[in-house]
């Protein structure tokens, strides 16, 4: 069936560095990919999205690149914050119309 | 949580008894779902509605029933709540079906004894 997949379950990373999290995904007809953030005990948290089309989209610290010849999409997010440590994962739309989510990724900034 | 309420938030219940979970929306948003979220799984689909008294059934619909008698409501029942049932809940709503993001509630923590 349809998947994707965080390669890591978790990351560490020294505040002020850049962070970069990465998700593969099954469907080469997928369409849209939406990066969620969520924290403990919270709901997702829509960070950025880009449809297929598009190999690349920037928003406020944040870039999402989409490689549709290896299925795969990378969240960077630049100087990384403490208020950046959650659980990061990436959603998949097909053409079906229903969305696959990844598992997530773990982030966590060390001060 | 972009205009999403879920209530209760926590719940505690035995097998064998019935559940309803209610998810409200302030966005007039025409579509609202419902999934569960359980270690190593993503997001899973339950059921889904595209209008008032429109709903369809997503990947684990079994064991689960939902109405929309208003744009603003859309509530997940469980018959009969079995331990596997035991999972956090999460509403989420869109604009349209298509491309579009969904936005996701804070959700309910339901535990199954």
């Known amino acids: 069936g349809e998947s994707v997949g965080l390669h890591l379950p978790t990351l560490s990373v020294q505040e002020g560095d850049n962070s970069i999290i990465n998700c593969a995904y099954s469907n080469s007809a997928s369409d849209y990919f939406i990066w969620y953030k969520q924290e403990s005990g919270k709901g997702p948290q829509f960070i950025i999205d880009i449809r297929s089309n598009m190999d690349k989209r920037q928003g406020q610290r944040v870039t999402v690149l989409l490689n549709k010849t290896v299925k795969h999409l990378s969240l960077q997010i630049a100087a990384t914050q403490p208020g950046d440590s959650a659980v990061y994962f990436c959603a998949g739309k097909n053409t079906g119309n229903q969305f696959y989510f990844g598992t997530g990724t773990s982030l966590t900034v060390i001060p | ?113």
């Open chain 2, 1 to 113: 949580d972009a205009g999403i309420t879920q209530s209760p938030r926590h719940k505690v219940t035995e097998t064998g008894t019935p559940v309803t979970l209610r998810c409200h929306q302030t966005e007039n948003h025409r579509y609202m779902y419902w999934y569960r979220q359980d270690p190593g799984h993503g997001l899973r689909l339950i059921h889904y509605s595209y209008g008032v008294k429109d709903t369809d059934k997503g990947e684990v619909s079994d064991g689960y029933s939902v109405s929309r008698s208003k744009t603003e409501d859309f509530l997940l029942t469980l018959e009969s709540a079995t331990s596997s049932q035991t999972s956090v809940y999460f509403c989420a709503i869109s604009r349209d079906r298509g491309p579009d993001t969904q936005y996701f509630g804070p959700g309910t923590r339901l535990t199954v004894l």
